[in-house]
């Protein structure tokens, strides 16, 4: 079987929702899988110098525009979240968590978590920056609650996020939604169509 | 006839140069004009506080290995320019000149000026930046020199590039391509199948 598509998204991305909600077809329609890579952007900002988009005048009012009409373009629920943008440590704490068989868990329950959890936050308006509400999504997709507390204050688990952003920042990642074809990176949602160009073509 | 399409751009600007290779024909098929905006990004940033894409790390080198990309994909003719980026007031102001009719200038001239000079800096690797070789295109497109190199000491030639600058940041237009359909936005040559789906469905 081929490579799975890496996807690289933060949590509080909209764009990366958007793309969150069709890279699995994108993917199955060519034989692929999909290998999530849950990113804190908050991080690799330090690195690029950026600021998130919708603190930046004019693109900050088209942005927030703009996912509104990709959402309905793609027929996609969403709503832009009372509280915007938030923090994503616990979130991506716990899939990374999940992914992880070093503790004992099945990385195939990682995407439906990733969808949970998206779907909390931008379409039932769920602060994900509150731990508690992270573990109670957790918890309605049956991970047990105390082991997920527990884990999200063990060292090696914070340890983890440290390890995925490093990598991507290594990887040359920068934003969200960030996917790799075979290495080959595609950064945006509006570059879904390309990632499927590339998929079929083999490259141009 | 309906409205022209609202083409603004910067002639240091790739993905502009990609985009006015090819929206023409967009517009064409739908029975629409091109309206062609120059504008100078430099005074556009000052606002919204950006920095030339190349600069930022990460993203920079990503879109310098996509612009080349992205021109194979559309078979569109692309070198990266000895001296990137460049300023373009004098590229512009020529444009804007050409285009009023209160200086005596056909504006129909406009759109072969603006391919020609986008040509001179993207394929044939000419300075524009470098007023002498803006006038040097110009004079292969049948334009007088001396009336060009006056013109763009005139006083009111100059005014007509802030004026442009201005208009566009109060539309809310913030980088290069720009493109408004019926006063819709869509930022970027990767956004023109979306401006294509917009005109062939009226909307989404």
Not at 143 to 155: G, Q
Request: net charge negative; hydrophobic share 40%; proline share 5%.
């Amino acid at each position: 079987m081929a490579q799975p598509i890496d996807f690289y998204f933060d949590f509080t991305s909209p764009y990366g929702y958007l793309a969150s909600t069709r890279i699995e077809e994108v993917a199955s329609r060519h034989g692929r899988s999909v290998n999530w890579h849950p990113i804190v952007l908050g991080f690799v900002f330090k690195v690029t110098g950026s600021v998130p988009l919708v603190s930046i005048p004019l693109k900050g009012e088209y942005a927030t525009m703009d996912i509104e009409r990709s959402a309905r373009q793609h027929n996609i629920p969403y709503r832009l979240p009372d509280n915007f943008p938030v923090g994503t440590v616990a979130a991506a704490r716990t899939c990374l968590w999940l992914k992880s068989a070093d503790f004992g868990n099945d990385p195939e329950t990682m995407a439906s978590m990733v969808h949970a959890l998206y779907r909390a936050y931008f379409v039932d308006n769920i602060d994900i920056s509150d731990t508690a509400n992270v573990i109670a999504v957790a918890a309605a997709q049956g991970i047990d609650t105390d082991t997920l507390s527990s884990a999200l204050e063990n060292t090696e688990v914070k340890g983890l996020l440290k390890t995925a952003v490093d990598a991507a920042v290594e990887k040359g990642i920068f934003g969200s939604p960030f996917i790799l074809v075979d290495g080959e990176p595609f950064w945006g949602h509006d570059r879904l169509k390309d990632v499927e160009q590339w998929l079929e073509t083999g490259g141009f």
